[in-house]
């Protein structure tokens, strides 16, 4: 009688357990037969950001790439991360969301620190390969998906990409003239609490002429840019550029001088054409 009392007694707790946890299967080998399953890609004119990558590794996630997944109900959201293994995207610790309603919205966001519920910025640092990827904030929402429905989110990007690229030396620079510690430069001018911040480019030049270096940057984080540099000890600096457009990339040509440093060009591309900006119009636009 004992043990049947504990038997009963094991598998009330088992289902009060699963109660509790109907948001999230719990790990297991079977696949539960409400669970979301999802794609996901990057879309045009949108690129994962790759800056060494052929175009076709531009366009695409790699293996290992993780988004984070949100139900989204009113009150409360639920979220899980998926991993891309080869072709398949799968949850980590294979704990799936599980549909609960007939018609529900989900959204997805990458990298997974990145929401609408929890909002990151880019790094200031992304000097290497790895930290410009985890800028790269893309996202995607999927309105009253019907029940069981392959959920395929087309993730779009959030930033803007800059390049800054060192077009010209003025003449009284000595031929094999470089150039040191490049930023871009965000400030944030709010009543009585000044915000600047220095971002580092992503780069594998030396600084001589025609090196170029990579940032992106969030739209609507600052009020106004403006590029930094060195030449020796000497710090010069461009004149402002406001917030720009998310999905958009934008090289800055400059021009070194002995006593400023000048935006000779800007560059607009949206991944589906290239457009040079004429020189009265990135006057009118990008110069203070």
Partial sequence: MNIKLLNLAAVALLLGLTACNKEEAPSQEQVPANAVQITASVGNPFTRSSPLGTVEEQATFSSGDKILVYRRVVGSTFKVAYELDGATWAPVQSKYLLWVNDV??????????????????????QSTLDKIALSDLMSDTIVDAPRGQLLNFVMKRQTSRIIVKIAKFNAEFPIGSKVADVRVVGFEDNPGDETIHDFIPYTQEDGALNSTYTLLLQPLDYDTYHIK???GEKEMRTAV???????????????????????ESITVADWTGTVTLPDDRAEETFRS
């Fill in 104 to 125: 529900e919205t989900f959204s997805a966001h990458y990298p997974i620190g990145y929401s609408n519920f929890a909002e990151t910025s880019v790094n200031l640092d």
């Fill in 229 to 231: 540099l060195k030449v």
């Fill in 241 to 263: 550029f406001p917030t720009l457009e998310k999905g958009k990339s934008y090289t800055f040509n400059l021009v070194v001088g002995k006593e400023k440093l000048e935006i």
